[in-house]
């Protein structure tokens, strides 16, 4: 009986001979040898038909294979370490081949396509292996998040994808239809988690969350997953606490399961060995002394005029930038203006025009990763800013119920998949990091 196995697993196969389930990635004719790069989804490996060693029609049929062809190979698992593939160092001398389809010009070949035909062709691009790379790197970076958070005693919460009002300004909402009422596709599960956190104090909410982002941006997605952490009897400090552990925890995870992928991706992994706590802590002012003094030390114009800033306004990509530059770990920032940010976030004792909030910048020019702050906790305080930020008190009369019954300080944040993944893997774009990304001007396939 000959064991069907999956190509992670060749190297506990060595001198067996193993069945192997795929694709042809590529080929390489050599005359009388003909190399066979095979993939499975759990991995490439090197297959080599040698003309002496197999039935014609076996050999033939390697000779006639057209890449992203499906088919089932037979072998033996050898060991070498000239051979390519990961994980590496093994290779497959093949006894038998059955084609299940034969692939007819696939339209991705093994050179270089423009971005524009690879977003068109997302779901062959897929099975390419740098995709295939980042999206299991994402993967993990979604088990590492589940894996911290139930160990440290927060309990997943699913919070509603259809909602009756903003969390995150009113600029980015994208209205749905809801028998005749306007609903709107979640900003964020935050609200709903300040109202977990009093039936079981520490909770986290999960899922996809929608933004109609106007900018087109290497940044921004119009549908992003977001995991949102809400802490009971939490203040600011102890939020940046909960952070750096968390994504120290994440980076490392990826390091440790994920070194062959970010291997195939060349990324330099010294700077993410360095991510461990404690992570640097910079207010919002001292960011903005330092953007001042690269403002004034640069030689380049357009530099110049992208750092411009006046206090009060929150940061672009520009800003964050050159800030992560300054440290080789992530960055918190701390206490942005009241005017920059959310209508929920709880002011700073005596400076009430800035807000207990916290942004964590991922270094090498990747910026914010996550957002956070304590909340506002004070019934008062809470009907006043609605007022100001003009939302309708209708919409919210439920949270404001919080305030009411055993109100807490509480805190909590929201950090970005994508934006994690991009950082992670090193990559210069996000829409690399979710099998079918969204964003302004592409809703296909
Ligand atoms: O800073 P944001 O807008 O914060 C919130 O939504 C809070 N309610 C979270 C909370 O406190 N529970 O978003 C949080 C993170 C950002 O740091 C970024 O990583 C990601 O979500 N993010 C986006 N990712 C991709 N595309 C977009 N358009 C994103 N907008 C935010
Ligand atoms: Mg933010």
Redesign the pocket.
Known sequence: MIKTIRIENVAQHVGEEVRIQGWLYNRTDKGKLQFLQVRDGSGFVQCVVFKKEVPEEVFEAARRLTQESSLVVTGVVRQDDRAPGVPGGYEIGVTGLEVIQLAQDYPIQPKEHGVDFLMDHRHLWIRSRRQWAVLRVRATVIRAIRDWLDDHGFINMDTPILTPAA??GTTTLFETDYFGEPAYLT??G?LY?EANIYAFGRVYCFGPTF?A?KSKTR????E?W?V?P?IAFCDLDQLMEIEEQFVSYIVQRCLKERSAELALLGRDTSLLEKVEPPFPRISYDEALEILAEVREQTEDPQLKELLKIEWGEDFGSPHETELTKRFDKPVFVYGYPTIAK?FYMEPWPGRPEITKSV?LLAPEGYG??????ERISDPDLLLKRLEEWNLPREAFEWYIDLRKYGSVPHS?????V??TVTWICGLNH?RETIPFPRMLKRVYP
Do not use: P
């Open positions: 969390c995150e900003q964020s935050q988690n933004r982002e940044r921004h997605l119009t992003f977001m949102e809400e959310a942004d914010e990763i996550t957002g956070g702050s909590g944040f929201g950090l970005g994508e934006r996000l």
